[in-house]
């Protein structure tokens, strides 16, 4: 019979990586922990208030998502309900950011209620038909501060883990993107007549958003040239189904800066920055606990 | 090898995650912000549709034929002068099955909320695409609707074919 140790060997190993709970934690890490924080709480609040706004001017339904599919969002349609929700949600962040839970009973769910009228948020914003996903990483970050706060009493573990929880996300997301354009068109997805088919779109909604548009000379080398167009592609696929690589500490940064080259990539072909996630991968692709450490010591522990 | 007990709980919370992750995405089509299969740019190749807008004037001659997109008349106008997002837009346009009352006011509320300048008279073209078997590109824009700020909403100023 294989010990127990051996079996789950890769499992544990996973674990070790994703949170090392059984670290020395260092001032690196301490402050990087809350700078991690600190932008996906700015970037929740950010999100609650760009949203509302837009919410202010829809009347109409087009496509239920989320909370949607289950309630009459339209509740949140045609008055202020949305701004007063921003404010709920910012409100709640700032409290969950302060560690409200030192002088109000319950103070460790103000993440978790900030999460969940956020998501209400982004229920009575998208219902136009639009299924964005540039909010994604940080909405799962959110969630892994609010998980953090509700399961773990020790602080240090929760940060922790919220980080290792973004770092999992990520891996798994992109992954699963690969996933979807493998089983819709296997390896034929690179071909890059496709990435054209994209350049045109992308060119169309620049007409649309500010009425005339000029293509970039990487967009035009991709449409001159088919090979080029499937280079890109190749390297976006590639990259993105080897994404899980992040999760393990050895791999980590080059895959992040594989996603960060990927998102550049996408920038430049199609004009789509998802801007809150490249800060994002930004924050996350590089050791700056470690970097934090190596510059400014702390007496008694070794640089990590 | 013995966990930490700090790992056994992030391991059991990752867990639970995953499952209402999968569940949820299992029933609602792939999403259920923040947890999405992340299917955009899949269907590569396909034909696509998006959408534009031009100003036109009260004394212009409405044509409702689809053209190449090259042909299309009228000034080009910036959503953005709006505050509108083109995605909002394409989708509203591509995703709306039938055009009623409603919907035609949604449309002009979306595009007139705040608009740059009044009065304003504004037809708005689905334009689609499809790649050919010459390996080009072949766009044609579609008139669907005039919204204008001196325009009272209605669906006879819609295209005959999808008028009610």
Same mark, same amino acid.
């Given at each position: 019979m294989i010990p127990r140790s051996r079996q789950w060997h890769f499992f544990d190993s996973l674990w070790h990586h994703l949170f090392g709970f059984e670290r020395p934690d260092s001032r690196g890490q301490r402050i990087f922990r809350r700078l991690f924080e600190a932008f996906i709480a700015g970037a929740s609040v950010w999100l609650a208030w760009y949203w509302g706004r837009y919410t202010l001017r829809i009347s109409d339904i087009v496509l239920e998502l989320g909370f949607a599919r289950y309630i009459d969002i339209s509740f949140m349609h045609g008055n202020a309900l949305p701004i007063w929700n921003a404010w709920a949600i910012t409100g709640l962040i700032i409290l969950g950011f302060l560690r409200i839970d030192r002088w109000i009973? #319950?103070?460790?769910w103000a993440y978790m209620a900030a999460m969940l009228l956020l998501m209400l948020q982004y229920a009575a914003r998208f219902v136009l038909g639009e299924i964005p996903h540039s909010s994604n990483l940080v909405g799962m970050g959110l969630m892994g501060f609010a998980l953090a706060e509700l399961q773990f009493k020790d602080r240090v573990a929760g940060g922790r883990f919220a980080i290792g929880f973004s770092y999992f996300f990520i891996g798994l997301g992109y992954t699963s993107a690969a996933a979807s354009k493998l089983i819709a068109r296997g390896f034929a997805w690179a071909d890059g007549r496709h990435l054209w088919m994209w350049i045109n779109e992308k060119a169309v909604d620049e007409v649309a958003r500010s009425g005339s548009v000029e293509l970039n000379w990487v967009q035009q080398l991709a449409l001159d040239h088919w090979w080029i167009a499937t280079a890109f592609l190749a390297f976006g696929l590639i990259t993105e189904a080897l +994404?899980? #690589?992040?999760?393990y500490r050895g791999t980590r940064y080059v895959a992040m800066w594989a996603v960060f080259g990927l998102h550049m990539g996408i920038w430049v072909t199609m004009d789509i920055l998802f801007a809150l996630s490249v800060y994002e991968i930004l924050l996350l692709g590089l050791p700056w606990a470690a970097i934090i450490d190596r510059l400014w010591p702390e007496k008694g522990l070794a640089a990590n | 090898m013995s966990l930490n007990p700090h790992t056994n709980n992030a391991r059991t919370t990752l867990l639970g995650v995953l499952i209402v992750y999968a569940l949820t995405v299992a029933i609602n089509l792939g999403e259920f912000w923040p947890f999405?299969?992340?299917?955009?740019?899949?269907? +590569?190749?396909n034909p696509w549709s998006r959408a534009i807008v031009r100003e036109v004037q009260p004394e212009d001659s409405l044509s409702w034929n689809a053209l190449p997109l090259a042909d299309v008349p009228g000034q080009p106008y910036g959503v953005r002068s709006g505050g509108v997002d083109p995605i909002d837009l394409a989708n509203f346009v591509s995703k709306t099955a039938i055009w009623n009352q409603d919907r035609v006011a949604a449309l002009s509320l979306m595009l007139? +909320?705040?608009?740059? %300048?009044?009065?304003l008279r504004l037809m708005v073209y689905r334009v689609q695409a499809r790649l050919t078997e010459q390996d080009s590109i072949a766009m044609t824009a579609m008139p669907y609707v005039v919204v204008g700020t001196d325009l009272p909403p209605d669906? %006879?100023? #819609?295209n005959p074919e999808l008028r009610p």
């Open positions: 009973p #319950l103070g460790r +994404a899980w #690589l992040v999760w | 999405s299969i992340y299917p955009m740019f899949s269907q +590569a190749g007139l +909320a705040d608009p740059p %300048k009044e009065p669906t %006879k100023h #819609l």
